[in-house]
Each structure stands twice: as C-alpha cells, then as structure tokens.
C-alpha cells in the first residue's frame, strides 16, 4: 500500500535515518551499505557512471590483459583497469555503440549490437597496428533483430575453438546457418489456436522465437543448438560442457495459465523451449518442450556466469550467479545432477534497491564484479570479495535453502533412507550415474548432426522409452533428424506405450497427412489407466499434434478417441486435466462440456479457472442455459482477481471470442449477465467471499489447538482454505497460483508444522531478502513501500501490493532522500483470523503435503488419527 507523512512525521523520520548509514541524500548509484550480502563478502562500488557523458553500462568482460570491457546500451566501449586506485576508465577510441553481449578471444573484441538498424548482429573488433586500441570492425553476422529482445551474449565454446551467442524472440535467425541441431520442422502447435497479447505486443512474432547458436571466430560454419526462448540475455557452461540460461516470459501475463516463472534452462541439443507469443506458451510439461532446471520466479533476467575462478567458498565457486534486472537481485543457483540433466536450488547472494543488474564476469583477481545500469538509470560497476575465512565449509541450510529444493532431493525423501548409505557414498553412486545418463545422453546427441545411418536410427528408438527425461527427448529429436520413410512403420511396433507414444509425435511432426490414421490407430491401442500421469501428457500431446500436424480428428477416429478418454476427466491431476479438457473440448464431446464449466468454477486459483474458460471458448455442444449463464456469470466473478499489465485485456478478449458462438436468442436470454457492471467501490470484491473474524490468532495458540486435534484432516477443505486465504494470488502450489512469492509446493518437506504456523501468523518475524520490500522516503513527504520492478532513466516503479502487481506507483530517483529495507513482510497479515482451528490444521495439513492428497506425509498423518 502507498503510504504518505505528514510534514511534520516527514521531519522526524528524516532526523533519525540521516545518522544511518542507509542515507543516501543526492541518490546516484547505490551505496554498499544498502547491500545484503551473506557472511563473509565484501561489496565495494568501483565506478559511478556518469550518465550524461557514460551513459548506462549493459554489458562486461575481461580482456587479455585482464582489465574490464564494459559498452552503454546506446553508447560507446569503455575499458577499466582494476587494479589502480581508483580504478583508471578509459574511453576507446573506435566508434562503436549498443553492444548487450562482449567477449574477448582470438586476438579481437566481438560484440553483439542489439539494434533495429542494419547494424544488428555480431562485430569482430581488433587493433590492427598494436596501438592496444580497436582500429577495424567487421560486421561478421548481421542479424534481424532490434529492441530489448535482440542479438545478447557472447561465449566461448568447451573446447576453446568456437564461438557461441544467443538472441531474444525479436532476431530473425541468421539466413547462412550451416547445419540445425533443432529439426527445422517448428511450428506453432496450437490444439485450440492461440490468442495473442491483449495489449498488442510481438501479435505477429511467431515461432521458433530466441535461439542460441554456434559459430567459428570468423562467423562462418554457424550451427543452431536451441530454439523457443522469449529473451536469454546470457549463457554460461559447467564444467561438464554443459550449457545453461535464464529466460522469462512476459510479465504482463502474470496471473495467467500461460506465464511460467523465470527460470533456468539447461540447453541441450536440439531442444526448444516454447516460447510463443500472446496465451500460446507451450507448458514446461510438453514432452517437445524441454522445460525448466530451476524455476526462479518474477524477475528480468539479464547476465549470468558461474562462479569458477574466484576466491569464494567451494559452494559459490560452483555456483551459477544470475542477475534479476527489475527487482535487482543476484540469485547463486547450486544445480545438482538429476540424472542426465538436472535440478537444483537458489538463494539470493545479493541484493539492493534499486539495483537494475545488467552483467557480471569474473576476474583474475578472484573477485565477482557486476554493472548496472539500462534503459538511460544511473549505472555503476560494483565488485563482490569474499573476505571471510578460508576454510568455510557450506551447511545442509547452504545447499538446501528454503526457497527451493531440487526434484532430485524431494524424490530421496520421498523414497526414505537408502540402505543406511552414507549421506557422501550416496552422493557419489548418483554421481557415477549421472555421468553414465549423460554419457548416453551425448552419444544419442551426436547423431543430431551426423549422417542417417541404421545405427543411430537404432539408438534412436532404442532410448524412445528411456526412464529419463532428457534421454528420451534427445532419442526424439535423432529420430527426426532420421528420414521418416526408414521409421514410420517401426513406431506402432515399440514395445513400450511411452516409446510409442513418442513415436507419434515424431511421426506427427515430421509425417505427411497420409499417416494420420496410422499414427490414431497406434495411440488408440493404449490403455489410459496403466500410464502415469506424464505419460497421459505425453498422450494427449500426441492426439493434439495428429490433429494439427496430420488431419482433423473426426469420424470413426473421433469416436476411437472418445471412448479411450472420454470418461476420464476430471482425473485429479492439475496438468493431466487441462490437457484432457483441450483435446475433448477440440473433439466437441458434448459431455465433457458440463464437467469443464464445473472445474472452471471450483477450481481454487485463477491460473486453472482461466485456462478452463479459454478452453471452453470455442465448444459449441453440450451447452444448455444453465450452463451458459454459469460460464458468462464467470467472467462477472473473475473481476476481482488481479495480474499484469494484458491480464484484463486477455479475460475480455476471451469472453468476445466465446460470444461469437452464442446466438442472438440465447445473447437475449444472457443480458442481465452480459450487460452487468459492478460498481467502481465493489468490483475488487466482486466474487470474494466475505468472512467473519473467528479470532486473531497467536502462533501458540494455534500451536496448541493444532497439536492437541486428533480429527482426520481434510484435504479438499484444505485446498479451499488456501484458495480463501488468497494463498493462491502469490504463491504456487504444483502448478497452480501466482509467482510473487515463495513456491510453497515443497514447503512441506523443509518447514515443521510450527514453522508454517509462524511464517502466517508472524509474517513479519523473518523476512528473506528475495522478498523483502523497500521504503522510500522523497523529498516531498512521501514513504512508498514496496518493491522495485522496473526502471527507466530516473523513474523507478514501485509494487505496494502483491495482490494487484499491475498497480505499480512511480518514485523520481532525484526524489528520494533515503531508503531502506522495510522492516514489514509485504504478506499482509491477519490472514488466518477468520478460519476456524479446524480449517488451519486442514490448510497446515495441505501445505506439509505440497497439494497432492497421495503425499506420504499426508497418508502418514491419516494414519495417525
């Protein structure tokens, strides 16, 4: 909530926070005393950019001499030496400007100029009379692309002998590519079709969107490895060769079924990732959708490294650091292997407000130093030391902070004990088997770009059905990679249903129309009820690309299809039954249209109410009045939720495209819903249920009345309760709910039930970093809490209310006097108070158990009553 002083409260707040050293009257670039940092680093501000003459600094590297290159996003190259006092920064001569991506290696300086002009793409750099300044440019690879979403980062391969770049979804692919490890059969893939943005943004932009490729040092021989990216600024790789970035989608689709939290991506070969403009993201679920390593939440990503070569703790030198623009947090990311790909855990490293982190690099002197800058703020280079002791050792906390926990440590615990093996004996057993997954994963990878030879056709279908994730979509894309005419009549004959089912998604994808009734007769013969809930995924994913891809599913095939499945929503499984309704919604079965309305509106967040809505938008049987009224009094209901800046637009533009299959007699029968306007003072109630104080709980209360209940818990009450407590509006359960706050989904294996109790009750008690708010205080009496989003010149803008993140308030920089981490949690509290201790043990119940009902934890206390 914005909050403004009187003048008189303005005076003394002013009084006390100028002896703190929080003060930073003359705001210009952050202070490093507003820094949060863990124990043991130092931060130290190198530069304050001035940014009349240096503009606003959007990219680093180091160069053979070790000292820094840095460019202004619509400036020119400047170079720092670090190692005077201070720090020497020179301009280089050589005109040059708008570089997001710098990279020092084989003897020249190439940049990657994100531009709408012809001066887009790649740049060789050198000093041709070893003056030690770049005399000559050479455009090596222009490239198609401009605004924010351009050419960015620049890398060396493993081997030391290429070059490789990525580049957001408003670059057109190179015209010269060589070789494609990405089948070039990509498409949009939309069962239902897609709606684009409500607000006009990228409406034509169509896939593969970004895209991550490959190069000689003389820009020829360029290979694409990856597509399906909305906007990678940077990548990085492990030790192991393994190459990794961070993208994000649209915030303005915040609250929809269809934004996925930042996250990071662990980029094999051939693999896309989804991106597609407006509602047509494809899921992290898809099985031609590699998905995420680690989801990170809301956020703009830009630079990223790994933290080998400098002098930190071993924990952070094998960390991957990335930068969060808009809410200015550099995040340390420990990923763990997760068979031949992996998972992991973040915490946040460091943070300030504002702090738009543009990019980072590690230098020789063991240090990590970072810029930022954008968009014309005021920029600033900044170093992180570690001075602490030497021998810091990382704790189980270290590994493993509450914020996340990896897959792979989640299904160990789920598994129990194994054997009574040393926690360091497991670690390296999994480790062996990891490298023997990934080995596998590499050599199937190998064939991407090879001949089409019997052998790696054979390897191919052989790993269709591979336990593990990566391997077998690795085996899909050798497969497609193979001619069809030597596979097609082997997928109907793979013993496996997944294998088979993968099979057809190939066929699907790479086939003719001619294979549309051997691709359904293939799916057909599969029994529903033995496959696990990825497996259905996988399946009706398949149905849904024959149907695009191959032919309309119609007439006997439609009636095959509906008695395999049509019995079978709901299942019970979130990402299993928004599958399920798209494809029996594109069949038109007349009787999933009831059932469909029916968990659009039971359903407790808003992501799966809306996605059902959409889905429903284009079925035209099996309505009845009832049901129509029920699905348009929806649209009146939803007005009180909240989300980015399309969110409205996108619920309108739904309602319009499902008007267009009503008639004019029933439209007449609707008026009184259609035509309804809620009033200004309540339509941010609108469909909220209001309820009455119970008590305003203590944590030792509940605590009590917790522990001494012996009723069974309820699990489908205590899914509601998160739903009435607006749990869902922040945080995820599964896939389900907002992004703003902390996922909750493996809160239950980190938190005891007294830790849950304390974190609703005493919101304010701890407070992480990631999630803190700020205050500001401006020089005209105003105090704005909140937290930093985004930027521009010397505006910031500001989110006072986690429940409405499109009403954002603007602070002037010049403006502010001081700030200051606020000292209260922006999760309201009181959220309990009208719950009865009934409803909070079931609620408790549903978090320990991270929203599935089957969880071991849950059984376990089931049993116990």
């Known amino acids: 909530m914005r909050r403004v002083v009187s003048v008189t409260h303005y005076l003394l707040l002013a009084l006390l926070l100028a002896s703190s050293p929080a003060f930073a009257a003359g705001f210009g670039a952050t202070p490093v005393e507003q820094f949060s940092v863990p124990d043991g680093f130092e931060v130290d501000l190198i530069y304050e950019v001035p940014g009349k003459t240096e503009g606003s600094w959007v990219s680093l590297t180091v160069d053979p001499k070790n000292r820094l290159i840095a460019c202004d996003q619509y400036g020119g190259l400047y170079r720092i030496d670090v190692s005077t006092t201070p720090a020497t920064i020179e301009k280089l001569a050589i005109e040059f400007e708008g570089a997001q991506g710098l990279l020092c290696a084989f003897g020249s300086l190439y940049a990657n100029v994100n531009s709408r002009g012809d001066i887009a793409g790649i740049w ?69 079709g897609r709606m684009p943005d409500a607000r006009g943004h990228n409406a034509n932009r169509m896939g593969p969107g970004g895209f991550i490729l490959s190069m000689n040092p003389d820009g020829k021989d360029i290979e694409l490895i990856a597509t399906g990216f909305r906007n990678q600024y940077d990548i990085a790789l492990n030790k192991e060769g393994e190459l990794f970035t961070y993208d994000a989608d649209m915030e303005w689709d915040v609250g929809t079924p269809w934004y996925r939290p930042t996250r990071i991506n662990h980029v094999i070969s ?270 009706l994913r398949a149905y849904g690309l024959i149907a695009i891809r191959l032919g309309a599913i119609e007439g006997e095939h439609r009636a095959s299809v509906l008695t395999q499945l049509g019995s079978a929503f ?61 699905y348009f009094q929806w649209f009146n209901d939803i007005q009180s939720a909240r989300g980015g800046m399309s969110f409205g637009g996108f619920i309108e533009n739904i309602k319009k495209a499902a008007l267009e299959n009503v008639s004019e007699e029933d439209r007449t029968k609707l008026a009184a819903i259609l035509e309804f306007k809620p009033a200004a003072d309540q339509a941010s109630d609108a469909g909220e249920e209001k309820r009455e104080l119970v008590q305003k709980w203590t944590v030792d209360e509940l605590a009590q009345v917790i522990d001494s209940s012996r009723r069974k818990p309820d699990f489908n009450q205590g899914k509601s309760v998160f739903a009435a407590a607006q749990c869902y509006k922040c945080h995820r359960m599964g896939v389900q709910g907002g992004i703003l706050g902390p996922d909750l989904t493996a809160a239950g294996g980190r938190f005891s039930t007294k830790d849950l109790i304390v974190s609703m009750v005493e919101p304010n008690k701890e407070v992480s970093d990631q999630y803190g708010a700020t205050q500001f205080l401006t020089d005209d009496g105003r105090v704005v809490i909140g937290r930093v989003v985004n930027m521009s010149g010397n505006k910031l803008r500001v989110m006072t209310n986690m429940l409405d993140p499109s009403s954002l308030t603007d602070v002037d920089r010049e403006a502010i006097e001081t700030t200051r981490p606020a000292q209260a949690s922006m999760m309201p509290s009181g959220l309990l108070d009208t719950f009865t201790p009934e409803e909070i043990a079931d609620l408790i119940a549903y978090l320990r158990a991270g929203g599935r009902s089957d969880h071991p934890i849950f059984q376990k206390v089931l049993a116990q009553q």
């Open 124 to 192: 060789r750099l050198t000093d041709t009379d070893g003056d030690d300044q770049y005399d000559k440019k050479e455009h090596i690879v222009p490239m198609n692309g401009g605004s924010e979403h351009g050419p960015h980062a620049l890398i060396l391969s493993q081997d030391g002998k290429r070059i490789i770049t990525c580049a957001g979804n408003n670059t057109d692919l190179p015209s010269d590519i060589a070789r494609s490890r990405v089948p070039k059969n990509w498409s949009e893939d939309h069962l239902l």
């Open 270 to 539: 051939g693999a896309e990732f989804g991106w597609r403009n407006g509602t047509g993201k494809w899921p992290a679920y898809y099985p031609d959708s590699f998905g995420a390593a680690v989801n990170i939440g809301p956020g703009s990503p830009t630079g990223i490294c790994f933290g080998y070569g400098t002098n930190f703790p071993e924990k952070y030198q094998n960390a991957l650091f990335i930068c969060d623009w808009s809410y200015g947090n550099i995040h340390a990311v420990q990923l763990n292997e997760d068979g031949s790909s992996y998972s992991g855990s973040y915490e946040t490293f460091a943070t300030a407000a504002p702090l738009p982190v543009t990019d980072l690099a590690v230098h020789p002197d063991g240090a990590l130093y970072f810029t930022i800058g954008g968009r014309r703020t005021q920029s600033g280079l900044y170093r992180i030391r570690y001075t602490g002791a030497r021998n810091a050792m990382a704790t189980e906390e270290d590994l493993n902070p509450p914020t996340r926990i990896s897959k792979l440590a989640q299904r160990i615990r789920n598994l129990g004990p194994l054997g009574g093996r040393s926690a360091a004996k497991n670690q390296k057993v999994e480790s062996k088997q990891a490298a023997k997954l990934r080995n596998l994963r590499q050599e199937i990878e190998a064939t991407h770009l090879a001949e089409p030879t019997s052998q790696n056709l054979s390897l191919a279908i052989a790993n269709l059905g591979h336990s593990d994730r990566a391997i077998r979509f690795a085996s899909r894309i050798a497969l497609e990679h193979q001619p069809v005419d030597q596979w097609r009549s082997q997928v109907e004959k793979l013993d496996s249903a997944q294998a088979r089912i993968l099979g057809v998604v190939a066929l699907a994808r790479c086939g003719e129309s001619s294979d549309r009734d051997a691709a359904i007769a293939t799916l057909s013969t599969i029994n529903w009820n033995e496959l696990a809930a990825s497996e259905r995924i996988d399946l």
């Open 570 to 630: 709901p299942s019970s499984n979130n990402e299993v039954d928004r599958e399920l309704a798209q494809v029996l919604a594109y069949l038109q079965d007349e009787n999933a249209t009831g059932n469909i309305v029916s968990e659009m509106q039971t359903s407790p967040s808003q992501e799966n109410q809306i996605h059902y809505a959409m889905t429903l938008r284009g079925v035209k049987t099996g309505w009845n009045q009832e049901l129509r009224e029920q």
